[in-house]
């Protein structure tokens, strides 16, 4: 007899879904199994202005399939040239749920983000007065700085600050990688969450490296050392609310990806349920997965919690395709490195 779980349908807090050809190839991925998304603004150009997120989503729902049921949670692109009051008006609509911190060249479309954050001070002070979230990519960009520590000079060097120097801004700490960052959410007040993604509970940075390069797996921030990757799998199967689920799902082609200087991001969207499910089994922890993916994020955000439901069950190896088709050339699934047991019926 197979084993089953029901979970209010989830939600993903922190998702890529590009545009055009991309955006009609990976949303049905995230649609199927996800009630709703934060959708991430870095397009190029980026989406800075509540008319270009209001174009934007629709965009999405235009290429959502027929019969899917999908809400896109748009964003912001905080820039030095940000207007607070379009900001505000954004929000009192409706139409924008966050506004997205990049430090100028972290990652992926980053060119237009922040260098000085003393320029972006009236932008988070008006944030704070109408309770909008700031979701921060949290690295220094610093050429001083060892990749792998920048996740944690980030916190001490700018996110405390900023927080220590915005009283009321609600933060959202995006994608953590480290132990340092599960501390420092953890002893945080109601103020500040965390999403974590599915690809750091199940990688460390030996899967990049070893044995060769594994340009799939590269991701920023970059996965970190294993005694992180435990820390994380620990934070996201115990339950506390700090803590939710955003897989930054981040669809690239292949042939952009296996560039001599290929892209950062893995693609998860298709096999995420399966996933988070076997690493909650292995964990003990399949009675907190509801709290990690359906729960906790809308806690966070303000939002209710979805009526609809979905059913996984355990059962035979789960097929799914390793490779999604778009008009740009193919995109790379994410590989757990393991079979997978878990499906959504």
Same mark, same amino acid.
């Not at 209010?8 to 991309?22: C, E, K, Q, S």
């Not at 199927?32 to 998304?37: D, Y």
């Not at 700085?145 to 980030?154: G, P, S």
């Given at each position: 007899?197979?084993?089953? *779980?029901?979970l209010?349908?989830?939600?993903?807090?922190?998702?890529?879904?590009? #545009?055009?050809?991309?955006l009609r190839a990976v949303l049905p991925e995230t649609a199927?199994? %996800?009630?709703? !998304?934060i959708v991430m603004p870095n397009l190029v150009p980026p989406v800075v202005t509540g008319a270009q997120a209001a174009a934007y989503r629709d965009r999405i729902l235009a290429a959502l399939p027929e019969g899917m049921a999908f809400e896109p949670l748009m964003t912001l692109?905080? &820039?030095?040239? &940000?207007? $607070?009051? #379009?900001? !505000?008006? /954004?929000h009192a609509s409706g139409l924008v749920k966050a506004v997205k911190l990049y430090p100028a060249g972290a990652t992926t479309n980053s060119a237009s983000g922040v260098k000085t954050f003393e320029n972006v001070r009236g932008v988070l002070e008006k944030m704070a007065e109408i309770g909008l979230p700031l979701c921060v990519h949290g690295e220094v960009v610093d050429s001083d700085?060892? +990749?792998?520590?920048?996740?944690?000079? %980030?916190i001490d060097r700018v996110l405390d600050p900023v927080r220590r120097a915005t009283p009321g801004l609600r933060v959202v700490m995006e994608h953590i990688t480290t132990s340092d960052a599960v501390d420092y959410a953890s002893a945080q007040g109601d103020d500040l969450g965390a999403t974590i993604t599915t690809h750091h509970l199940v990688i460390n940075r030996n899967h990049i490296l070893a044995g060769g390069i594994k340009p799939h797996y590269?991701?920023? $921030?970059?996965?970190?050392?294993?005694?992180?990757? *435990?820390? *994380?799998?620990? /934070?996201?199967?115990? =339950?506390?609310?700090?803590?939710?689920? =955003?897989?930054?799902s981040a669809p690239h082609t292949d042939a952009n990806k296996l560039l001599p200087c290929g892209c950062a991001g893995c693609f998860t969207a298709t096999n995420t349920l399966s996933i988070l499910a076997q690493v909650f089994e292995e964990d003990s922890a399949l009675d907190r997965l509801e709290a990690f993916t359906s729960l906790n994020g809308p806690a966070f955000? =303000?939002?209710p919690v979805n009526d609809e439901t979905i059913t996984l069950s355990k059962g035979a190896a789960?097929?799914?395709?390793?490779? +999604?088709?778009?008009?740009? =050339?193919?995109?790379?699934?994410? #590989?757990? *490195?393991?079979?997978?047991?878990?499906?959504? #019926?």
């Open positions: 007899m197979s084993e089953t *779980l029901t209010r349908r989830p939600d993903d807090w922190h998702l890529h879904l590009r #545009d055009g050809a991309m199927r199994h %996800f009630a709703r !998304a692109y905080l &820039t030095e040239d &940000t207007d $607070p009051a #379009d900001v !505000a008006a /954004a700085v060892d +990749i792998f520590d920048r996740e944690a000079v %980030f590269y991701c920023l $921030p970059v996965a970190k050392r294993e005694t992180h990757r *435990l820390a *994380l799998r620990k /934070a996201a199967t115990s =339950g506390s609310k700090r803590f939710f689920l =955003g897989t930054d955000y =303000g939002l789960v097929t799914y395709p390793s490779q +999604i088709e778009t008009e740009d =050339g193919p995109v790379t699934v994410f #590989d757990p *490195l393991t079979e997978l047991h878990w499906k959504v #019926d």
